[in-house]
């Protein structure tokens, strides 16, 4: 597997699938909310991929699956995991990530590797601060950030010799 091939940082995998999957039910069963069987499904789907996933990429892993599933199965899945904050939607790649800190209401910032198309949810106050004092200067109310962040990842740029 090729360095452009992990995430940004190395970290057990499956124990990252499994934790996110944990967090998905408990926040769930928090909110009353039914994460069907379909719906963890496409949330594991997301999770097992660094790279965001397209509403027919998670279709066709459900196909593979076995799973008689159809495009609005999908989108509504989705639609489910966007709102409960498991998911993300990458809007420049029309695509979704999993949600590094579900049951959190912060600002989605993303580091998007335009060589190997990892994606890598960013933790930065001071960003987020920033936007938000911003916005106020403004007098504008802020409902949600989203920052996409096109670069090349550590990986990337050693492959490529820019380090």
Excluded at 57 to 82: C, I, K, M, S, W
Excluded at 109 to 133: D, H, K
């Amino acid at each position: 597997m090729s360095a452009s091939a992990l995430p940004y940082r190395p970290h057990n995998h499956a124990a990252c699938v499994s934790q996110a999957l944990t967090e998905a039910r408990s926040i769930c069963q928090q909110h009353n909310a039914r994460l069907t069987p379909t719906r963890e499904r496409v949330l594991e789907l997301i999770w097992q991929s660094h790279k965001p996933l397209g509403a027919y990429d998670v279709l066709a892993e459900l196909t593979g699956d076995g799973h008689n599933a159809a495009p609005p199965t999908v989108y509504r899945a989705l639609d489910f995991l966007q709102q409960h904050g498991l998911v993300h939607r990458i809007a420049s790649l029309n695509a979704f990530i999993g949600c590094a800190h579900a049951g959190k209401h912060h600002a989605g910032m993303f580091l998007i590797c335009r060589a190997c198309g990892n994606v890598l949810e960013l933790t930065a106050p001071a960003v987020s601060g920033a936007v938000q004092a911003a916005a106020d200067q403004e007098g504008f109310k802020v409902d949600d950030v989203t920052l996409e962040i096109a670069g090349l990842c550590p990986g990337c740029q050693a492959e490529s010799g820019d380090a």
